[in-house]
């Protein structure tokens, strides 16, 4: 029975991880500190003989007792209000932390998947980006320290990889909704959808012409399933290639909740916000046979409804 580490666990994007891991038979290790996810996502596996949660931060030395075959990195704040909040605990789990699960992986022997991210292409001149575009970050803006640490965290991957011959797998992974999103992450899908539901006014930063690309997180957990089994050593990106502005998302989620709020327009929240952010999935299509499967307003009603059972509790 092949054995799997996943840090962040208990995070949005961790514990459907590990729903897919155990459902697929694995025995499932998940690590978390629990700074930005929680036990409620995961409560439901506990009683599994074939799961196991550990609370450790992964910028410490990490010991796990028993074999490893997969270690996937999925720690790390990933937010703009995580950015402003945690920008150094941002920077230790890129940098540290992808440092200290390499150095587990190599240990045991196993094959190793660091969650990256569409913000290391910054601010991008070219839309939709490829993974052979370099980006336009800025070194020392707010946002920095998410983007830096993950094109640190690449970097180590890919040397990792050349120099002790591990096997490595880089997932670039874009805006990505779905049930667990933390309701203040400050992402526009859980903010838009709280404001509607709670009769807040509906707030975006900006003029609301910036796009996103939305990519509910079956998909995105299938696509991370298809890399890590793959022969793909260089970075894929992970993500809907159907692009839209913030003003269209805020339209469509003020009329699948029917709410009256009204929407405000304010000053963006965090210097360096992308213009645009669209993933060209040519090479996942290629090398994965994967692409995304939901349909935005399916994703979005079952995301909406995981938000009004949270307000009813």
């Known amino acids: 029975m092949p054995r799997v580490l996943i840090t962040g666990g208990a ?28 036990t409620d996502h995961i409560v439901h596996l506990m009683g599994n003989d074939r799961f196991l949660f550990l609370k450790h931060d992964v910028t410490n030395y990490i010991y796990v007792d028993g074999k490893i075959d997969y270690v996937l990195h999925f720690a790390s704040p990933a937010s ?11 920077l230790k789990v890129g940098s540290l932390g992808t440092h200290k699960t390499l150095g587990l992986s190599k240990e045991k ?10 913000e290391i292409y910054g601010d991008p001149k070219v ?30 991957t890919m040397a990792y990889h050349s120099v002790h011959g591990l096997e490595t797998r880089i ?19 859980s903010n838009f959808s ?28 299938e696509g991370v399933y298809r890399l890590l089994h793959s022969n793909e050593t260089e970075p894929v990106n992970i993500g809907n290639p ?29 210097q360096d916000d992308p213009k645009v952010r669209c993933p060209d999935i040519s090479k996942a299509k290629r090398v994965l046979q994967w692409e995304p499967k939901v349909p935005l307003r399916d994703g979005l009603a079952a995301t909406i409804e995981y938000f009004k059972k949270y307000l009813s509790k």
């Open 11 to 38: 995070g949005f994007l961790g514990s459907h991880l590990c729903d897919r891991f155990v459902k697929e038979g694995y025995e499932v290790v998940a690590l978390d500190n629990l700074s930005t996810g929680t």
């Open 80 to 90: 703009p209000v995580d950015f402003l909040e945690k920008p150094i605990q941002t």
């Open 109 to 118: 022997g196993a094959r190793f998947l660091l969650a990256s991210t569409s």
């Open 127 to 156: 839309n939709p980006q490829r993974e052979d575009y370099w980006g336009n970050v800025n070194p020392t803006g707010q946002r920095s320290c998410y983007d830096e640490a993950k094109r640190f965290g690449e970097a180590m």
């Open 171 to 189: 997932a670039r992974i874009f805006n990505t909704y779905g049930p667990r999103m933390r309701p203040n992450d400050g992402r526009v899908v």
């Open 194 to 221: 709280m404001q509607a539901l709670t009769g807040q006014p509906i707030t975006i930063y900006g003029d609301g012409k910036q796009t996103r690309s939305f990519c509910y997180v079956s998909d995105l957990i």
């Open 242 to 270: 159907t692009e839209m502005s913030v003003c269209e998302l805020a339209v469509l989620i003020k009329q699948m909740t029917g709410s009256s709020s009204p929407i405000e327009h304010r000053e963006l929240l965090t």
